[in-house]
């Protein structure tokens, strides 16, 4: 069984930074595309960013490019998500997930696996 959790997640004034971390429980880890979504109160859950298996190619939401970096480390089974320059409007919940295969990795409809969250506030 396929488990994510979320961590790196708090409370961080504007213009600051902040790294999220997912570790992975299982065995395929490097085969996954894992990607980064957030809810914010009130607003449907919006793509952040993916990264593939295998080359490790990375996409980002226009909202987010520039500004945040997502890398991985297979060996430790991790995923991480690098925020700097963080605005109020980046205030959610941070979930990060894992997809088998297939495609559109900015929905979230394509993701087998998901973590539980963790929460990130931008303060000014």
């Known amino acids: 069984q396929v488990q994510l959790a979320e961590s790196g997640g708090g409370l961080v004034q504007a213009g600051g930074s902040l790294r999220l971390s997912c570790a992975v429980s299982?065995?395929?880890?490097?085969?996954?595309?894992m990607g980064w979504f957030r809810q914010a109160i009130g607003k449907e859950r919006e793509f952040v960013a993916s990264?593939?298996?295998?080359?490790?190619?990375?996409y980002y939401a226009d909202s987010v490019k520039g500004r945040f970096t997502c890398s991985r480390d297979d060996a430790k089974n991790t995923v991480y998500l690098q925020m700097n320059s963080l605005k109020l409007e980046d205030t959610a919940v941070y979930y990060c997930?894992?997809?088998?295969?297939?495609?559109?990795?900015?929905?979230?409809?394509?993701?087998?696996?998901w973590g539980q969250g963790t929460q990130v506030t931008v303060s000014s």
């Open positions: 299982g065995r395929t880890f490097s085969a996954y595309t």
């Open positions: 990264i593939r298996g295998s080359f490790g190619s990375t």
């Open positions: 997930a894992g997809a088998r295969g297939g495609y559109y990795f900015e929905r979230p409809t394509s993701y087998d696996y």
